[in-house]
């Protein structure tokens, strides 16, 4: 069986830094898997070419086999991919509900006219587009807050609503760019089970970017470790645990920066 | 909560009735006067260019100054379509007009709506190649385009009489309940937008261009959705505009006319549609009674001659004022609200009572 994404040997140079360096991971549908590597390693980038916004400079990005490189990002969410962003990137003068609201746009069906002249059709859609952010909402625990401007929201439920933000247009793969940054050992603890509580109520697969070392033991099915661009290891996450190069480049540095 | 909603309700049905009563008695009576009413018209008219503008620079969040391009089309659409074919060949001296073209003819509502629609086939046209520019970018770019258009019709004489313009435009339907019965239609058109999908849609944009693509929506598609129906409404505007004044030339449609726009939308409150049609009205009627610094003062002590263009300073002045110090106008982003009315009231009262508490 394909893998649902896959990247093939891509790259992205910019100027004359590779960001990314003959990328090539498999993330099998329903698996959560995680990409790890030290600051400045390419793992954003790495969800910026996957989700459209930088182009590869060569290489290929296929979406349950299809070539997806060179499309837009608009028309890859479309497609099923939908992400956080490591600084968060909320609609942050928009209500909680309307953030939602708004990532339920890509999959409207009714014209403008019909919606402006609020026809029967449009009325029925727009009621399921606010019954469907309201359950988002609820799964995110975040329902209470609908009506608060988005960036009210304290640190944490911002990254929340991110996360229901994303799952609004219905996803198949969902990337996580470190979405425990911030968060204290209790909360990243809360995360890890409600990242797999969402991966089985929603039927997803997961690729997250994450610093929290408890987290990503925890929760990864794989793991890739990234360094200057480069993949210096994969593997379950025993295999990481106990890989030397790893141990060196990051997981080391981590350490250096515990003592 | 539900009383509120009534009080509201209320208030709103009151507010409506009066404004409603206000048109009549200022259509009808003697008392309010024809100099009143047009400039009541004006206010209007200018009220649809600020919505026109807000589409774009307020709910979308990007920043263009196409509206006098958008407007002079509208223009002379309208004039040329309604001007009758003996005074279209009486006035066009210089380049006389065929005669096919003298008799082309259309009532005031279809040339007013044509006009709009020609409007919003140039700003589609325009919309492939400056949209994909960002920021500054595009408002040089549409005042470029505006500039082209006044330049086309300066020198496209056979159609447009050139620099002398058109004039006779016939003002048969330009009564305050036309007027404002149009700007009413706009403005319910945009408030009832702007609660569907697409309006959010406009909203994200504006909130963040890099997040709203994530989330699946095509940002050409959406920019070029509110660049057409703000050439639309400045079109309209524009139409109205020529029946209105009765006589049009290049020179109404500078590039300055985009700035007073500009300083309606920012002083109202970029991204909304009350604070941008209270913005029109204040502008209008400002400009209107500074119209004195143009003119000759005595002071008795001292003579003011009056210099050409002083109230032009005077506004500019005020216009980097606004943007400097009160950035968000008189309604922020916010369309105007009952509780948020009262609130404000309620700020002097509560305020010293908080303290005390604390
Ligand atoms: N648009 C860009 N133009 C130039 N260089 C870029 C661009 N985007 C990223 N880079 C560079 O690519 C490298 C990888 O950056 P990236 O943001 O992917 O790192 P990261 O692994 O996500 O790090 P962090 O853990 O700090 O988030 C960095 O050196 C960065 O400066
Ligand atoms: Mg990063």
């Known amino acids: 069986m394909a893998a649902l994404l896959e990247t093939r040997d891509v790259t992205i140079r910019f100027g004359g830094l590779v960001a990314v360096n003959l990328l090539n991971i498999s993330v099998d549908k329903g698996d959560i898997v995680a990409i790890i590597g030290p600051n400045g390693a390419g793992k954003t980038t790495a969800f910026n070419l996957i989700t459209g916004v930088y182009k590869p400079t060569e290489g290929d990005i296929l979406l349950n086999g299809e070539k997806i490189n060179g499309k837009r990002p608009d028309e890859i969410a479309k497609m099923g991919i939908a992400r956080t962003f490591q600084n968060i990137r909320l609609f942050k003068e928009l209500t909680v509900l309307e953030n939602v609201l708004i990532a339920t746009h890509l999959n409207v069906k009714t014209g403008l006219f019909s919606a402006v002249l609020k026809l029967p059709h449009a009325r029925k859609e727009e009621k399921e587009m606010r019954k469907f952010a309201e359950f988002l909402l609820e799964e995110t625990g975040l329902l209470q807050f609908k009506d608060e401007i988005a960036s009210n929201l304290p640190y944490g439920l911002q990254r929340r609503l991110e996360i229901a933000r994303a799952l609004a247009t219905k996803p198949r793969l969902l990337l996580l760019d470190e979405p425990a940054a911030g968060m204290n050992p209790k909360e990243s603890e809360d995360l890890t089970e409600f990242i797999r509580e969402i991966r089985d109520k929603f039927g997803l697969t997961v690729l997250l970017i994450e610093h929290h070392m408890q987290l990503v033991m925890d929760i990864s099915d794989k793991i890739y470790v990234l360094e200057y661009g480069r993949t210096i290891a994969k593997g379950v996450p025993a295999e990481i645990q106990a890989n030397p190069a790893v141990i060196k480049a990051y997981l080391g540095e981590e350490d250096d920066k515990d003592a | ?358």
């Open chain 2, 1 to 358: 909560m539900k009383t509120m909603n009534k009080r509201n309700l209320i208030l709103n049905i009151v507010v409506i009735a009066a404004l409603i009563g206000f048109i009549i008695w200022a259509e009808e009576s003697r008392s309010f006067g024809a100099y009143n009413q047009r400039i009541f018209k004006t206010c209007c008219i200018y009220a649809i260019c600020a919505l026109s503008m807000n589409m774009v620079n307020g709910f979308t969040g990007l920043f263009s100054l196409g509206q006098p391009g958008f407007m002079a089309i509208g223009a002379y659409v309208t004039a040329f379509l309604t001007v009758s074919a003996q005074d279209k060949i009486s006035i066009y001296k210089i380049v006389p007009i065929s005669e096919g073209m003298a008799n082309l003819h259309l009532p005031f509502f279809a040339a007013l709506i044509l006009g709009g629609i020609i409007a919003a086939v140039f700003a589609f046209l325009i919309g492939f190649p400056v949209l994909r520019l960002r920021g500054d970018y595009l408002a040089i770019a549409t005042l470029g385009f505006s500039e082209i258009i006044r330049i086309f019709i300066t020198n496209a004489q056979g159609i447009t009489n050139g620099p002398t313009g058109i004039n006779r435009i016939p003002n048969t339907y330009m009564n305050l309940y036309v007027v404002c019965g149009i700007l009413a239609l706009i403005m319910i058109f945009i408030l009832a937008m702007m609660k569907t999908s697409y309006g959010r849609a406009l909203l994200a944009i504006r909130e963040d261009e890099v997040a709203a693509e994530a989330m699946g929506i095509n940002l050409f598609k959406h920019k070029m959705l509110a660049f057409v129906l703000s050439g639309f409404f400045a079109g309209i505007g524009g139409g109205l505009l020529a029946s209105l004044v009765g006589a049009i030339g290049p020179d109404q449609f500078k590039f300055t006319v985009a700035y007073e726009i500009l300083l309606m939308v920012v002083l109202g409150g970029q991204g909304s549609v009350s604070g941008c049609v209270a913005g029109a009205f204040v502008v209008r009627i400002a400009l209107e009674k500074l119209r004195f610094l143009d003119e000759p003062i005595d002071f008795g002590f001292i003579q003011y001659k009056g210099i050409g263009g002083m109230r032009m300073v005077v506004f500019s002045v005020l216009l980097m004022l606004v943007i400097i110090l009160w950035r968000k106008g008189i309604f922020g982003s916010k369309e105007f609200s009952w509780d948020r009315f009262f609130g404000f009231f309620a700020k002097f009262k509560k305020s010293p009572k908080k303290e005390v508490i604390e």
